[in-house]
């Protein structure tokens, strides 16, 4: 019953939504830089120094590091990136999207859940830890509960966003991002 709502939902949704546009910032999928390519062991490239360097708060912003996280968790780095993570500030929505994303990403699902409802209940807006959160549904074959994040995702104005399209997307065909 549940393949075959699922299945009704993401015809409908394909059938007769627009066409889908990137949504811009967080959804987008990360485009390597200099962070990623040029460095090892979870060091960030300094241009200011000119070399690879263990990230701190002190010699990159917030959005920099942000940025780093977002690519070593897109290259599969997820100890790196939660290296990154652990100097961030806490409280902030998108580091603990994440955690979640890492964690869900080395298999610690229930750990990835926690974060996801911590960065949705810090910011219930974000579309992203909702995307990914489903995602992880829909990997578990709870189609019913990223359903849900669906539907939040659409009611909380993401409809045509990335987060929108790929949940929906891996709820039609079982298939999660990787970003």
Do not use: H
Not at 13 to 38: E, L, R, Y
Not at 43 to 48: F, G, I, N, P, S
């Amino acid at each position: 019953m549940r393949l075959l709502l699922a299945s009704a939902i993401a015809f409908q949704t394909f059938a007769f939504a627009p066409a889908v546009s990137a949504a811009g910032g967080d959804s987008n999928p990360p485009k390597p830089t200099n962070t990623t390519k040029k460095c090892l062991f979870g060091r960030v490239y300094d241009e200011a120094a000119g070399r690879c360097v263990k990230p701190n708060k002190s010699n990159f912003t917030d959005d920099q590091l942000y940025q780093a996280v977002r690519e070593l968790a897109y290259d599969g780095q997820y100890e790196n990136a939660q290296s990154i993570l652990r100097i961030m500030a806490q409280s902030d929505d998108r580091v603990l999207t994440y955690w979640g994303f890492t964690y869900r990403k080395m298999g610690k699902v229930d750990l990835a859940n926690s974060y996801y409802r911590k960065a949705i209940e810090t910011n219930p807006d974000n579309i992203l830890a909702r995307s990914y959160m489903g995602q992880g549904f829909v990997a578990e074959g709870k189609t019913d509960q990223a359903i849900a994040q669906w539907r939040e995702i659409k009611a909380r104005g993401g409809e045509g966003t990335w987060a929108e399209a790929s949940l929906r997307k891996a709820i039609r065909t079982g298939l999660t991002y990787s970003y």
